[in-house]
């Protein structure tokens, strides 16, 4: 068989088509009173709860969906869900347009681990720089590392953009909500500067002593404009406040291209390195997210966040797949997209903690993990996809999103949910008239939402509540709209480690199925390099007075407005 089938010519596929006209036929309504279906629709794992009994499926579709991701092995490109994550683990060059591998779990293995990427295993550079992280972060934070006028830094800046940003963001907002956390963060403040918007310059130096900060810069390439701008910005505000020698004191960086970060005027010494088979949106493990949150919270906070992480790559490697959480949810990912239709997913954290979780999945629009990895129109081998592959992600915290987009979700648009709840609250409020607790207030949310879409209001029920009629068509629901609902026992930094590799993971399975290289990320280059051109125009004008020219109308127009009325 030619290299280039595509899953949908498989038989599984067309079987899985087939079935769908089954299941189109059913309402969860009813699907939820069968409890044999729903009890074979929960797994758990190291305390976690995962219940996807309100998924538009029965459990024969979960068999034919094990069958698609397994039961392929005479087609090259079809599934072979099992050997792929075999590959993936055994360092194989899976991401074939950039011809390298893929190998995120290395960064949170345990010492005596052996992961190889081209014949040499990682682990031990790993776990080097690990080293060098837990030394160099406790220096800082016990003050025997000061700045360049014997104050200690206990305020970091992070520059960083897309996966040098929005994974380290994400734990860190869900950190701050950890009690144990908290304590190590003591006096110490931690910021990110992603935008090139002088504004976020502003905001992130605004009440900031250059005396008392470090500044992290964090890019992969050492290339990327914006970063490398903030990164220019700061060493001149480092600079011009304490002399250019200070530079040596106040900044380190984060990147692969140690020569760059030499050339930009940083110790190499003072450079914490990673390596090409980590991509930009998986490398909060790395030294890109390990680095400043370890500054923030210490090290062994951290290491209990990649131990987290690492648990569920033991899982998702080793367990059968109707055990395996990160499977389950890409299958029914590809369900819900490829089969039932739905293009969207919202992710609804009942937990303020994890408020910047939707933002770093996005990575999908065009800078978020799912979007980017998975918003392809291509095989991994070129080929045109004849079905929708990736999903629009997109979510807030609840009970916040119920008072805005979920009057969509409920009678608009269908929009599969994930509901991430939390058994016990970080921070638990008991106030002594108040009969249920806030935390209570918050899950029964989380409790009743996933069955308000299940169920719906039907007409007849609104009868029997004496609604007028002409109200009945704007208080019925109609029900049938799918979500899951993962419980988990806590939200410390082993939790959120966890969660951070079971959306990876369900990322890459879906990529896997689909048949797409979720490892690369080639749609953003072409905005890049426009943008580059728009700068030499923006350059020319001011320097030269060159007229606007190389550019449709509209852009003409605009670029003209901009030029004239610009005052320095
Ligand atoms: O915009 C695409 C991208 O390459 C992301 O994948 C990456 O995380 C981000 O830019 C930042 O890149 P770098 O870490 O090289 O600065």
Not at 469 to 474: C, G, K, Q, S, V
Not at 508 to 523: H, L, R, T
Request: glycine share 6%.
């Amino acid at each position: 068989m030619a290299s280039s089938t595509l899953i949908c010519d498989t038989e599984p596929w067309k079987d899985l088509k087939e079935h769908l006209e089954e299941i189109k036929k059913t309402h969860l309504r009813d699907l939820m009173n069968d409890a044999d279906r729903c009890k074979a629709m929960m797994v758990e794992f190291d305390g976690m709860l995962l219940d996807f009994s309100r998924q538009r499926a029965a459990v024969d579709t979960l068999d034919k969906l094990f069958k698609l991701a397994e039961l392929c092995r005479d087609l090259v490109q079809a599934a072979h869900l099992r050997e792929k994550i075999s590959r993936m683990f055994n360092g194989e060059h899976i991401n074939s347009t950039e011809n390298r591998s893929v190998l995120h779990v290395a960064l949170r293995a345990s010492k005596d681990a052996v992961i190889q990427s081209d014949g040499k295993n990682v682990v031990p550079d790993v776990w080097q720089v690990l080293d060098k992280i837990r030394d160099f972060s406790e220096r800082v934070r016990s003050g025997s590392w000061v700045g360049a006028t014997g104050k200690a830094l206990t305020e970091v800046i992070a520059i960083g953009i897309g996966g040098s940003f929005l994974g380290p963001l994400f734990v860190h907002t869900a950190l701050q909500t950890d009690p144990e956390a908290l304590i190590c963060a003591r006096g110490r403040q931690l910021r990110f500067l992603a935008n090139v918007d002088p504004v976020d310059v502003a905001k992130n130096i605004t009440g900031l002593n250059p005396e008392t900060t470090l500044v992290v810069v964090v890019s992969k390439t050492f290339t990327t404009a914006e970063t490398m701008l903030n990164a220019r910005t700061l060493r001149e505000w480092i600079s011009s406040a304490l002399g250019p020698q200070a530079v040596a004191k106040h900044m380190v960086a984060v990147s692969t291209n140690l020569t760059l970060v030499e050339k930009f005027g940083i110790d190499p010494n003072n450079a914490f390195a990673f390596w090409d088979w980590v991509g930009g949106r998986y490398s909060v493990c790395s030294a890109v997210g390990v680095l400043p949150l370890s500054l923030q919270y210490g090290f062994s906070v951290v290491e209990k966040f990649l131990k987290g992480a690492s648990s569920i790559d033991q899982h998702f490697y080793s367990a059968p797949f109707e055990k395996n959480i990160p499977v389950l949810l890409g299958l029914l990912s590809i369900w819900n997209v490829s089969f039932l239709g739905y293009p969207a997913r919202a992710i609804l954290p009942y937990t303020q903690a994890l408020e910047k979780l939707a933002p770093h999945i996005q990575q999908a629009c065009l800078e978020l993990v799912s979007m980017e990895s998975n918003g392809k129109g291509v095989s991994i081998d070129g080929v045109l996809l004849p079905f929708e592959a990736g999903e629009i992600d997109f979510g807030e915290p609840g009970t916040n999103g119920q008072h805005s987009f979920y009057q969509l979700i409920h009678q608009g648009r269908v929009i599969p949910c994930d509901f991430i709840g939390v058994v016990k609250s970080q921070q638990p409020v008991y106030l002594k008239d108040e009969v249920v607790n806030n935390h209570d207030e918050l899950m029964s949310n989380f409790f009743a939402q996933p069955d308000a879409l299940a169920y719906g209001k039907t007409p007849e029920q609104l009868l029997n509540e004496n609604v007028s009629p002409h109200l009945i068509p704007h208080k019925t629901f109609s029900g049938n709209r799918p979500s899951l609902s993962l419980l988990l026992p806590s939200l410390d930094a082993y939790n959120v480690g966890q969660l951070l590799a079971i959306y990876e993971h369900r990322i890459a399975v879906e990529g896997f199925i689909w048949g797409i290289n979720s490892f690369d990320q080639w749609g953003v280059e072409l905005g890049k390099s426009l943008a580059s051109q728009v700068r030499k125009q923006l350059h020319a004008s001011r320097k030269k007075g060159e007229p606007v020219k190389g550019f449709n109308f509209s852009t003409t127009t605009m670029l003209t407005r901009y030029l004239e009325s610009w005052i320095p």
